[in-house]
């Protein structure tokens, strides 16, 4: 593996902003789903493809970190590639597509299939750290909201949508309450992924550079997808199963193979499902 | 058949060399320079110095000429670079009353100590297209300099506030100013981080803001107190030294709106400001945020605060051209997952749907 990137720091952060980023991670750790602002800094990359992340990995990595980059569960996506090409230029640490071996996940919008350990940090990506913004658009208002746990608003939201369409009609990013205080939006993530955050034993990092503000869940912190008693939390389910290694009970993306608009299921997690076939064959 | 989405690295270094082949262009015409750019797009360069917040037109024009001619792809270039550097301290307050002047007018007197200076505008173009540049055959003087003697020209509104008759900024403490660049935004927004984001905002966002507050959304009757374009020095006191010394040139645009303001119960009447300044020469940059400045400061007045561009969180969290960019374009990412979660929740409800329906269609 090549050298980091000459003319630019390891990480391309300078040392000074990595340790306020850290700060500002420890404080969030410290407070399990609070929303701590930060000096986001202007990234090579664009606002919105993940520079939040990019710091957090960019503040945390050292050089025996296991880098893997996903998105939409996926290695191969351009944007997950640019990513983890931009880590080898600035960082030179090895990078993997195999979840197990990873030290540092970045992903967004998925928590890969299969579990994770100790020791192991996820980092997520996320547009909007605000559970309540569709719901209340300043930011002035809905720091007070959290300050006084007052999320009335936000079941109100969810029995709505019992009334009106018979569901929670929220599939992803859907909201959750960590450690039996702050709600927190766990990124776009299906809520298919979301009972992998509970008492999950890796750290949960999130970083959002354009809005400022990191978050985290800590090991084995209970997360708490909201739900009513007679209409409780449950996931998607398929009919069908992955047509390349036939797992049934991973998030299946669905892909449009002709124009006759016939389709076909397949894992998102594109490591998970090489390994399913791999052990097949 | 499975469409794979491998692949993806060799795609992404194939385009990076269509970008660079595509801004090059016609391979039979000469390469644009650098300071060809400087020179001859200067107010390109002013407005990616502006918003990539950094004064160095070299850079903007490399950016420039890198962004082929996308001015906030150039700026987000600029910016880029710029979190990189050390900040080595804050320069000592500018008094604007110094500039060296290109170009200086007042709408609110015929007549300024200093005189009117109409310099160089397009204002009175008549902006009919100039077939000779396209022959590149007329020969164009050079410019003489008409600057203006620093001293004889002091601001306009120095004159009205020494009457009271125009607001007085408040003191500056001393402490020093905060950096946006530095420090997430926070509410509520001191006047100083304001200004920051509205030096940097995007010129089109504050036109358009600024441009409504004159069609009624918030009440305000601006007058062009001054405009004023030049350089100005910058200096730097450093600790160790104890006096100030000068580290270059900057070339500027300021602009003073004021505003009528009828007083409240502690305040009697008087006009206000509106601020507006910005690298290089960018009139239009400067009067719009000067509009801008002055709606934001609705709620400290007093006055009801119901147009967007009084709404403090709203102008200030989406004034930023990259952030707005980047979020914006970021819609062009994969969302296969999300897509897929609301595709399955779609279908669930029409299914239900059209059980509901067949069920009421029954006793016809």
């Known amino acids: 593996m090549s050298g980091p990137a000459a003319g630019y720091n390891f990480g391309y952060l300078d040392e000074q902003t990595k340790r306020m980023i850290r700060r500002a991670i420890l404080k969030a750790v410290a407070i399990p789903g609070y929303q701590v602002p930060f000096g986001s800094r202007e990234m090579p990359l664009p606002y919105g493809w993940g520079t939040g992340g990019i710091q957090v990995t960019a503040s945390i990595i050292g050089e025996d970190d296991v880098l893997k980059v996903i998105d939409q569960g996926s290695d191969d996506t351009t944007n997950a590639i640019n990513i983890r090409r931009f880590f080898q230029r600035v960082t030179g640490v090895t990078t993997t597509t195999l979840t197990g071996e990873a030290t540092i996940i970045q992903t967004r919008h998925r928590i890969p299939e299969t579990p994770l350990h100790e020791g192991q940090i996820l980092v997520y990506q996320v547009p909007i750290p605000e559970p309540l913004r569709w719901l209340e658009a300043r930011e002035s208002e809905t720091r007070r909201m959290h300050a006084l746990a007052e999320y009335g608003v936000m079941r109100v939201k969810l029995y709505e949508d019992i009334a009106r369409f018979g569901h929670i009609a929220t599939t992803y990013d859907y909201p959750v309450v960590v450690n039996n205080r702050y709600l927190m939006r766990p990124s776009p993530i299906p809520k298919f992924d979301n009972p992998k955050m509970h008492r999950n034993p890796a750290l949960q990092l999130f970083g959002a550079g354009r809005e400022k503000r990191i978050y985290a869940v800590p090991p084995y912190t209970d997360v708490v997808s909201l739900d009513f008693e007679d209409h409780p939390f449950e996931v998607q389910r398929w009919d069908a199963t992955c047509s390349l290694c036939g797992s049934a009970d991973s998030f299946l993306d669905e892909v449009i193979v002709d124009d006759a608009g016939g389709r076909m299921f397949v894992c998102s997690d594109s490591e998970y499902c090489q390994r399913q076939r791999e052990a097949i064959s | ?364």
């Open chain 2, 1 to 364: 058949m499975y469409v794979a989405v491998k692949g993806g690295e060799a795609a992404i270094l194939a385009s990076l060399e269509q970008v660079d082949a595509a801004r090059r262009g016609d391979r039979a015409l000469a390469a644009i320079s650098v300071a060809q750019i400087r020179e001859q797009m200067r107010l390109a360069v002013a407005r990616v110095m502006a918003e990539g917040s950094l004064y160095d037109p070299d850079l903007a024009a490399l950016a420039i000429k890198q962004a082929a001619g996308d001015l906030i792809e150039a700026i987000f270039l600029l910016r880029a670079y710029r979190t990189t550097l050390p900040r080595f301290g804050t320069c000592s307050a500018l008094d604007t009353s110094d500039m060296l002047l290109q170009r200086r007018i007042s709408a609110t007197f015929k007549d300024i100590p200093g005189g009117q200076v109409l310099g160089s505008t397009y204002d009175y173009t008549q902006r009919l297209l100039d077939f000779t540049l396209l022959a590149e055959a007329a020969a164009v003087p050079a410019l003489e300099a008409v600057a203006v003697e620093p001293e004889a020209s002091p601001r306009v509104a120095d004159f009205l506030a020494a009457e009271e008759l125009l607001a007085r900024e408040s003191d500056d403490d001393g402490s020093p100013p905060p950096d946006l660049t530095r420090e997430p935004l926070s509410f509520p927004a001191s006047r100083a981080m304001r200004l920051q984001n509205l030096a940097r905002g995007d010129e089109g966002f504050l036109l358009g803001l600024g441009y409504s507050t004159q069609r009624g959304y918030g009440n305000s009757h601006p007058f062009a107190g001054e405009i004023r374009h030049g350089w100005l020095s910058v200096e730097y006191l450093p600790e160790e030294l104890g006096f100030a010394i000068d580290i270059g040139e900057i070339e500027i645009t300021e602009c003073e709106l004021f505003n009528q303001f009828k007083g409240s119960a502690t305040v009697p009447p008087q006009f206000t400001r509106g601020y507006g300044l910005a690298f290089g020469h960018a009139e239009r940059k400067a009067m719009a945020m000067a509009l801008v400045d002055r709606a934001l400061q609705a709620e400290e007045l007093g006055e009801p605060v119901a147009a967007p561009a009084q709404d403090i969180e709203f102008v200030l969290y989406h004034s930023d051209n990259v952030e707005a960019s980047g979020f914006v374009q970021h819609l062009k990412l994969p969302h296969y997952v999300d897509f897929q979660s609301e595709l399955e929740l779609v279908r669930r409800l029409r299914r239900e749907y059209q059980g509901r329906q067949e069920c009421s269609g029954e006793p016809e």
